[in-house]
Structure formats: C-alpha cells, structure tokens
C-alpha cells in the first residue's frame, strides 16, 4: 500500500469511529478472494469509507460519477482509492472495460443498482448496469446494506454519533435459465438484487421495494465458503 493509500486509510478509519457507532461485523463474511460484486444501497458519502475500512487489505473499487474527478480534492482521493469514473446518462464503455478487468485481476468491483444516492436511505428502483457486469464477467453478487447513515447531517452540529449499520446477504450468480437478456428480463434481474438487499434492510427503508415480490427466478446461490 502506498504511503498516500496508508494515510487516507488510517485518516478515514479514525474519523468514522470518532464520528459514528458503527456496527459493521458482517463485513468480515467477505471472502478473501476471488473477484466480486459487491451490491450495495447508495445512502450518502459514509458509504464508501466504510467499505474501503472494514475490506481492507482486499483491493477494492467502484463505480462514481465523473464529475467529482473535477475537484482537485475529490480526484485525488478517488484515485487514491483506485474509483472509476462513470459518465452518467449514457454507456460508458470505458468504464464497463475498467470495472471487468478489475474483476479479471480477482478485486471487488461495488456497484449501487439505484445508480445515485438516497439521501434518506429509502431504496429506489435499479438501474440494470450491474446485470451487464455479473453476465459479463461471471462473477458472483454479494447484496450489502447500509442504513443508520441518513441522519449523520443531523447528529453532526449536535455532537452527536450516527449509529451506522451494515448488514451482509448470500452471495449468488444470475443465471438467465435460457431466456433471451432482453430489457425486460434485465430489469427483473435487477430488482431481483435489490429485493435481496431490501431483504437485509430494517422495514421503513425499503422503498421502492417493500411490496416488490422478492423473486430468486435468477439467483444460484453459492455458499459463502465456496467463493
């Protein structure tokens, strides 16, 4: 690890357990190696470091949007943490390249179907890029979910630690059973993730997919200590 890498990840690891309470165990599920998907819920900023912290010294990246690199600040540290950037709005090749030849090098590639942040940590309807990448690649999906983190802005100006919470799912492969991946099918394979990490998350948080039937039509699960 680079002495840059080094110090973002002490810098950052010592803020959030100034800053929060953080109940991130389940992380340690994740396997050691292999490449990976990691499926995720995009609350806010929190969400990234708290990835980064508990996977280490697992290489990890991700998919954000361009635009930060036009911060000097926000380039530097996305870098830092080997981030692709993501032009959003249309098909970004370069980046579909990047991220499954970083699955080819065994790394975890974090995706967030709901392609932007909540805010208020209520799931929102996915986009399809992650059922593209794990057809692509083979590469199994891990469903991760945060929740607790929605309110740091509110608790920050009180002195107040955020209670963050993450919890882990089964680990699955989509599998299309011999249908044709057309739109349709796609975006069924993708709620079909985000109903996993609904399944994951407190009631109040599920949104768009509280009263979505959870479908597992194209999920092979795969025992965790298999990966």
């Not at 998919?63 to 380039?75: G, M």
């Not at 992650?130 to 607790?148: C, E, H, N, Q, T």
């Not at 919470?165 to 089964?170: A, D, F, T, Y």
Request: net charge neutral.
């Amino acid at each position: 690890m680079s002495f840059q890498a080094q110090f973002v990840q002490t810098t950052f690891k010592g803020l959030l357990h100034i800053l929060c309470k953080l109940d991130a165990d389940q992380l340690k599920q994740v396997p050691q190696k292999g490449p990976l998907l990691v499926a995720v819920n995009h609350v806010n900023f929190l969400d990234l470091p708290v990835m980064h912290t508990h996977l280490y010294p697992r290489p990890i990246t991700g998919f954000v949007k361009a635009d930060h690199w036009e911060n000097w600040y926000s380039r530097w540290l996305f870098d830092v943490w080997n981030a692709i950037p993501l032009q959003r709005g249309e098909a970004d090749m370069a980046a579909i390249r990047r991220g499954l030849e970083a699955l080819e090098r065994g790394e975890i590639l974090g995706i967030a179907p709901e392609g932007t942040r909540t805010g208020d940590g209520r799931l929102q309807k996915a986009h399809p890029g992650i059922v593209i990448m794990a057809l692509k690649s083979g590469a199994p999906i891990l469903p991760v979910a945060y929740w607790g983190g929605e309110v740091f802005w509110d608790n920050f100006p009180k002195l107040r630690r955020t209670e963050f919470h993450v919890g882990v799912g089964r680990p699955f492969r989509l599998n299309a059973g011999g249908k044709r991946v057309n739109r349709e099918i796609r975006q069924q394979m993708a709620d079909a993730v985000m109903c996993q990490i609904a399944s994951l998350l407190p009631p109040q948080y599920r949104g768009y997919y509280a009263d979505l039937p959870a479908s597992e039509t194209f999920l092979d699960f795969v025992p965790i200590e298999e990966l």
